[in-house]
């Protein structure tokens, strides 16, 4: 299995609204990524979770919040969302957080209203 | 009116010729490159990569060249297709910045066939 599945494929929330993005890999890999994609441009890193700890936070609002409850899953949940963070929200994952490639996920499309 | 930065470079090429696409990238001390293929609707694909001790790797239809000296990086695709419709995204990777992928801006591929 060399898949990264993520839900929900498309999710409309409001300002006010909490949602979680659900991301899942089958593959033994220990690193997992959480990027943002905005139209016609390349995907931003957010955050990086090695061996199931937060290693990197790329300065992201608090708004938004991951959790890796185990070395398969991981989520983002959102509170408080902006238009602005309007975007395709894409999970990957590697085998250790090195240079090693990463495989990611179909995204999840986010419309923030 | 016309937003500056939306739109990506493109390339327009023949089914069944060669395609070049052309990468900057920003650190030279950056050990490992990675190209992605990206359809639309879809999360980014690998196609091969190549690490900073190798100057050219081959795959199945494409070609990664790497030079260090002006910090370029190319994929060659022999035979386009159709399918091969896309952008392609390069990304850079150090071994020391635990999994943080830098992606390049991206250029279009549109295959006429």
């Known amino acids: 299995d060399t898949e990264v599945t993520q839900t929900p494929k498309h999710l409309v929330m409001g300002m006010t609204n909490k949602k979680s993005l659900k991301c899942e890999q089958h593959m033994g890999h220990r690193a997992m990524y959480w990027y943002k994609q905005k139209a016609k441009k390349p995907p931003e890193l957010m955050f990086v979770?090695?061996?199931?700890?937060?290693?990197i936070n790329e300065s992201v609002p608090s708004r938004f919040s991951p959790e890796c409850p185990n070395s398969s899953l991981l989520n983002l949940h959102l509170h408080a969302l902006q238009p602005e963070d309007s975007a395709l929200y894409l999970c990957a994952s590697s085998q250790r957080d090195s240079s090693y490639e990463q495989y990611f996920g179909p995204g999840t499309r986010l419309t923030v209203t | 009116g016309e937003s500056v930065g939306l739109h990506l470079p493109t390339l327009s090429v023949q089914e069944g010729d060669n395609s070049i696409i052309n990468c900057a990238y920003s650190n030279s001390a950056s050990d490992y490159f990675i190209w992605y293929k990206q359809e639309s609707g879809k999360g980014p694909q690998f196609i091969i990569d190549i690490r900073s001790n190798m100057d050219k790797r081959q795959g199945q239809r494409v070609t990664v060249l790497l030079n260090k000296t002006v910090k370029h990086l190319s994929l060659q695709i022999a035979a386009t297709q159709p399918g091969d419709s896309a952008v392609y995204f390069c990304a850079e990777n150090m071994d020391n910045q635990g999994g943080k992928l830098i992606f390049g801006q991206g250029t279009e591929l549109s295959v006429k066939p």
């Open positions: 979770y090695s061996y199931e700890k937060l290693s």
